[in-house]
Each structure stands twice: as C-alpha cells, then as structure tokens.
C-alpha cells in the first residue's frame, strides 16, 4: 500500500507559478514510476507528466511541454511538479499517481491513467485571468 498526499495547490494569475508537491508513504517509493494527471469541471481526467522510478526519463502531454516539469526525491519520498507560465486552461484538480514497477522496468513511465496503482486526493489549481 501507497498513500500519496498532494500540496502546493492554490490561486493564482496567469503568468504566474506553482509547485505541487506529493509525499509518498508505505511502500518503497523507489519502485514506483510517478504520474500527475489533471480534471477539470465537466471533462475527463488527462495525463499532465510523468517520471520513471531512476527519475532518469520523463514525459509531458503536448499542453505543458516547456512550462512544466516534474522532478522527484527518492530520499524525501517526494514527486515535484513545477509549474511556470500558467493558463486558465491549467485550472483543474491535480492528482498525483503511483505505478509500481519491477527494478528491469527501471526507466518507464506511463501516460495511461489505468497503469497506476495508487492515487492521492487532489490539490486544487485555479488560474485567474
């Protein structure tokens, strides 16, 4: 078992930054590729960033390459994602997302919401224009 607990959520003007932060408790965090995923009212969760195990390979959704960036600390059991220029279009409900992999699958991530194991509560963003 995985418990993840997101933080840094808030208002904010477009332009501006955020980091979310996720803390990781349970069980070795190392062992999990990490995911944020984001919900808006009215629409489907969608995949926002995801990083491997190593922390060595990442990916992004199109929407936020080059203005977001996720980072962890396997020391601080801890997954970043650092968030610059935002958009109104960035306001949702940002979930953190744990997928255990085994240590051969050490550089995977996965876009795919279904992949992963494990879900924090949410921290809200909104984005004012």
Same mark, same amino acid.
């Given at each position: 078992?995985?418990?993840?607990?997101?933080?840094?959520?808030?208002?904010?003007?477009?332009?501006?930054?955020?980091?979310?932060?996720?803390?990781?408790?349970?069980?070795?965090?190392?062992?999990?590729?990490?995911?944020?995923?984001?919900?808006?009212?009215?629409?489907?969760?969608?995949?926002?960033?995801?990083?491997?195990? #190593? $922390? %060595? &390979?990442?990916?992004?959704?199109?929407?936020?390459?080059?203005?977001? /960036?996720? =980072?962890?600390?396997?020391?601080?059991?801890?997954?970043?994602?650092?968030?610059?220029?935002?958009?109104?279009?960035?306001?949702?409900?940002?979930?953190?997302?744990?997928?255990?992999?085994?240590?051969?699958?050490?550089?995977?991530?996965? #876009? $795919? %919401? &279904?992949?992963?194991?494990?879900?924090?509560?949410?921290?809200?963003? /909104?984005? =004012?224009?």
């Amino acid at each position: 078992q995985v418990q993840l607990v997101e933080s840094g959520g808030g208002l904010v003007q477009a332009g501006g930054s955020l980091r979310l932060s996720c803390a990781a408790s349970g069980r070795a965090f190392s062992t999990y590729a990490m995911g944020w995923f984001r919900q808006a009212p009215g629409q489907e969760r969608e995949f926002v960033a995801a990083i491997s195990m #190593s $922390g %060595g &390979s990442s990916g992004y959704a199109d929407s936020v390459k080059g203005r977001f /960036t996720i =980072s962890r600390d396997n020391a601080k059991n801890t997954v970043y994602l650092q968030m610059n220029s935002l958009k109104p279009e960035d306001t949702a409900v940002y979930y953190c997302a744990a997928d255990y992999r085994p240590p051969t699958q050490w550089r995977y991530y996965s #876009s $795919g %919401g &279904s992949e992963y194991d494990y879900w924090g509560q949410g921290t809200q963003v /909104t984005v =004012s224009s």
